[in-house]
């Protein structure tokens, strides 16, 4: 199989691996077949010259407001990736069921995500960690 075909049909997932919500929805995520290959990135853990987070940083997308995820050549971000993960997700497990009922529909995962950021910063804070952007 041809490297472009390859890169097409994997699916990168770039998060926070220091923010314990973050960590635990990639644990718990499960895809689908149709998906060829997942790349967990953790976005303070791979060096800065990962091409991943040159593209995401060209994008201009801002990681201490949402998770990046890129797939079939094409980035999205916070309620967008959570939706197109949603839709890519396995809804074989109670986690699954769950992700697809609050994030497969866009805009019921742009008025959620707000939420999910707030705590997201709020835990960070209180574990005395800093923002990805403040590091």
């Known amino acids: 199989m041809a490297k472009d075909r390859r890169d097409a049909e994997e699916l990168t997932v770039v998060y926070d691996g220091?923010?314990?919500?973050?960590?635990?929805?990639?644990?718990?995520?499960?895809?689908?077949?149709?998906?060829?290959?997942?790349?967990?990135?953790d976005a303070r853990g791979a060096p800065e010259s990962d091409p991943i987070l040159v593209e995401v940083r060209d994008a201009g997308l801002n990681l201490d407001v949402g998770m990046a995820v890129k797939w079939r050549g094409r980035l999205y971000h916070g309620p967008d990736a959570m939706h197109i993960l949603a839709l890519l997700?396995?809804?074989?497990?109670?986690?699954?069921?769950?992700?697809?009922?609050?994030?497969?529909?866009?805009?019921?995962?742009r008025w959620i995500y707000p939420g999910l950021v707030a705590g997201r910063r709020l835990t960070l804070r209180l574990l005395g960690r800093r923002l990805i952007g403040d590091a």
């Open 89 to 109: 997700g396995a809804e074989g497990t109670a986690f699954g069921r769950i992700n697809r009922a609050l994030f497969a529909r866009p805009a019921l995962a």
């Open 18 to 41: 220091m923010c314990p919500f973050c960590t635990r929805f990639v644990q718990l995520y499960r895809i689908r077949q149709l998906v060829g290959r997942v790349r967990l990135v």
